[in-house]
């Protein structure tokens, strides 16, 4: 890259805002769970140009290890708790661990097929950002996943993360009540 100095480079990390379910020894299982999963490639990021954050959900960790979701809790249809603050606790994350490098959010949505409940999780995400950038944070950019419902790795199609729909059979586009909304908040530049 030093003959392209025009060019920014850095690099993505799903954060998973690890937290200690409180048992005797998931303080310590976490730094030993969660640091060569999400700490170690933001240490690593100190010097870049950027910090790439994706942000879903967390993940509760006890004495053994990451804990499956709790029953009691609203699910997405990846089968992660609903938690739009893990966008906020994952830009602090990497703009404290990275050492200040600037932050773009480059994943951050949730699995459903409830639109009103896709807004409601952007709508709790973009104020935590928010309230980081409040905070001082540099965070240069955000980016929603995904615009289209896609093919998700090993879920198939099922998970619909998207701000429009496609008819499987056709190909046919629907925009869904959240890309309007999104689209009114990035007019508005507030929410």
């Known amino acids: 890259l030093s ?32 640091y060569p999963r999400d700490d170690w490639y933001l240490e690593a990021a100190r010097g870049d140009d950027f910090v790439g954050v994706q942000a879903y959900t967390r993940t509760f960790i006890g004495p053994e290890g990451p804990l499956p979701v709790a029953d009691d809790v609203e699910t997405t249809l990846t089968g992660w708790e609903f938690f739009p603050q893990a966008l906020e606790l994952g830009v602090r994350s990497a703009w404290e661990l990275s050492g200040g490098v600037p932050v773009l959010v480059t994943e951050n949505g949730i699995a459903t097929s409830d639109d009103t409940r896709r807004v409601a999780y952007t709508d709790g995400a973009l104020r935590g950002l928010h309230a980081a950038m409040a905070d001082g944070i540099d965070v240069r950019g955000y980016l929603h996943w995904s615009a289209l419902d896609n093919y998700e790795w090993a879920s198939g199609f099922r998970p619909t993360f998207g701000l429009i729909g496609v008819d499987r059979e056709t190909f046919e586009r629907h925009p869904k009540p959240s890309l309007a909304w999104l689209g009114e908040v990035a007019r508005r530049n507030a929410l």
Do not use: C, H, M
């Not at 480079?9 to 048992?23: D, I, K, L, P, Y």
């Open 3 to 34: 003959q392209l100095p025009q060019i920014q480079s850095g690099w993505t990390v799903a954060t998973q805002a690890f937290r200690s379910n409180g048992e005797p020894g998931a303080d310590e299982k976490i730094r030993e769970y969660g």
